[in-house]
């Protein structure tokens, strides 16, 4: 039986560049998002540029229901998932105080719960056949606190911390855990999030495909950290060794109200 990849929020960005990666090595894939016409556009070319198998999923990942039916359609068409790249995910963007409360609610359902169920679910297989690999895109917001971005930041602080104690937990058993922690990148994410950046924050966005190609790289070579970009390896370092209030302060100043 052959290994499949599986990859939630495949439909652009990060993620459908980690599909291509996955589909130019000839490995057959899961692709995942919520938007179906587009996911069968994506299905169509993949296939017919690399001869791979290409199973779409359209799922709303903030549906609670969502990773046991896709773990369900997975088990049920006799799929070996040997590769899983949670990747879904969105921000939001203003003052806690003034966001929506049920976008902040999705937020976490999505970027929190959804991956944690997404490894309660595949995770059990691969560590019985002592193989696998996993990525949980987090962010360089996973290092430091977020003003007017809190609750994403704070939610990929969570995919940090949770990826790494997992990366300890099964290396031993055979399975890969890594985290994604790109900075800004030019994806749809910022218009879904309404995102105002600095000018200066701006000069350092990166293009999907760089920040994949490092990600895909860095999980093959079993890191449990990857950040891409030359700049952003040094933002870990200078948040710890930077007082608290003034890293804060500069994740405050580096948006736009």
């Known amino acids: 039986m052959e290994g499949y990849a599986l990859v939630t929020g495949a439909t652009s960005g990060i993620g ?6 996955f589909a130019r090595d000839g490995i057959h894939l899961i692709l995942v998002a919520r938007r179906e016409e587009k ?16 199973l779409v999923l359209a799922k709303d990942l903030t549906r609670e229901e969502a990773p046991d039916e896709i773990h369900e359609e997975v088990e049920k068409r006799g799929i070996r998932v040997d590769y899983l790249i949670n990747n879904a995910g969105f921000g939001s963007f203003g003052r806690l105080k003034d966001t929506d409360y049920e976008k902040e609610k999705d937020l976490v359902k999505l970027n929190v719960l ?13 560590v019985e056949r002592h193989f696998g690999y996993v990525m949980n895109v987090a962010s360089l917001a996973a290092f430091m606190p977020g003003p007017v971005m809190a609750n994403y930041y704070a ?10 104690a997992m990366h300890e937990e099964l290396k031993e058993e ?3 855990v890594s985290a994604l922690c790109p900075g800004p990148v030019r994806t749809e994410f910022q218009e879904r999030a309404e995102m105002k950046k600095t000018d200066t924050a701006k000069a350092f966005i990166m293009e999907a495909k760089k920040v994949a190609d490092a990600g895909y790289l860095g999980l093959w070579r079993g890191k449990a950290v990857v950040i891409p970009g030359t700049f952003e390896k040094m933002v870990p370092v200078l948040t710890k060794l930077m007082p608290r209030c003034l890293v804060r302060k500069a994740a405050f100043l580096s948006q736009k109200e």
């Open 114 to 126: 959804s991956l944690l169920q997404m490894n309660k679910l595949f995770i059990p297989a691969m």
């Open 155 to 164: 939610s990929k602080a969570y995919v940090l911390s949770l990826s790494e």
């Open 39 to 54: 996911l069968n556009e994506i299905r169509d070319r993949i296939e017919a540029q690399y001869g791979v198998k290409v």
């Open 16 to 21: 459908l560049e980690i599909a291509l990666n």
């Open 174 to 176: 055979g399975v890969k």
